[in-house]
């Protein structure tokens, strides 16, 4: 893997954690306004240690390690940069169940935030479709899994089940997120717990939350190292932004429909290299860059309308 391949990669990696973790960085924010300073600091200087090791780097390496268990803790860490053939082939056979698994859960997450979530409309079809067809999400969701079992069955059965560990994945975790929410909101507005209390419950609703970004981090690459340095560092620019920058952010209201179409690209991606259908490693973050600066753009349009319009109103 040459270097310039490896930053842009690490780079698309860093923009999609902090773009895929923006809606999750506000509710924070709400909770932590509601903090002692000295608790706003421990959140972001310490809690990361948790955010980024615990988390954003056991997770993959785990994910990696239970489709080739052979390999052991190490060489699963190390897979992609050995030139040894037996690792680069246990990798190779693992692509399948892993890809069609991680693929299938962001397609979900992406039709359930288009069906069925509250969000900001940049397009008058998700408008439509949340308005009037928002019911049509389980339809959806069970007949796209039977269809993509139906076709791989007989290509790879551990494709197909790949996809049904995907599927069962996103169900249990928008469980989890639903509830997570709620109890976010209950903390808000919740002064008689300590500071201590928030912030554990701010770690466990956020290693609820960072499975998307984990699970599309596998469309940019399969090396656990990569994985772990480009989540990591945006791991902790979400931190940042969570204490210091979240009004700025929220200013930016189409930034979280850029993640979720980036979201469902990544999910059709690892769809298709499960098939053996080979995509350029540069593919990945071109279309995150490409999709989140769009939407970036709407924001910024919308802003400058926005205050065009207050101008003339004085």
Sequence with gaps: MEISEIIVIVLGLILFEVISSVDNAVVNADVLSTMSERARRWFL???????????????????????????????????????????????????????????????????????????????????????????????????????????????????????????????????????AEEKERELTHNSGLSDMAKILYLEMIDMTFSIDGVLGAFAFTLSVPLIIIGNGIGAFVVRYVTVKGVNTIKKYRYLKNGAMYSIASLGVIMMAESLSIHVRSFVPPLITFFVVGLFFWLSLREIKMHKKHQDIVK
């Design 45 to 179: 200087l310490y809690g990361i240690i948790i955010a980024v090791f615990l988390v954003r780097g056991l997770l993959p390496l785990l994910i990696v390690y239970f489709t080739n268990t052979g390999l052991g803790l190490y060489g699963a860490l190390t897979a992609t940069f050995s030139s040894n053939p037996l690792v680069r082939e246990a990798i190779e056979s693992s692509k399948p169940i892993l890809l069609g698994g991680g693929g299938l859960y962001l397609l979900f997450l992406f039709l359930h935030w288009l069906f069925i979530e509250t969000k900001e409309y940049a397009f008058f079809l998700e408008r439509h479709i949340h308005k009037n067809y928002y019911f049509w999400f389980y339809a959806i969701a069970s007949i796209v899994l039977l269809a993509f079992v139906w076709a791989t069955i007989k290509i790879n059965p551990m494709i197909s089940l790949g996809a049904v560990i995907g599927s069962t994945a996103f169900f249990i975790t928008n469980g989890f997120k639903s509830n």
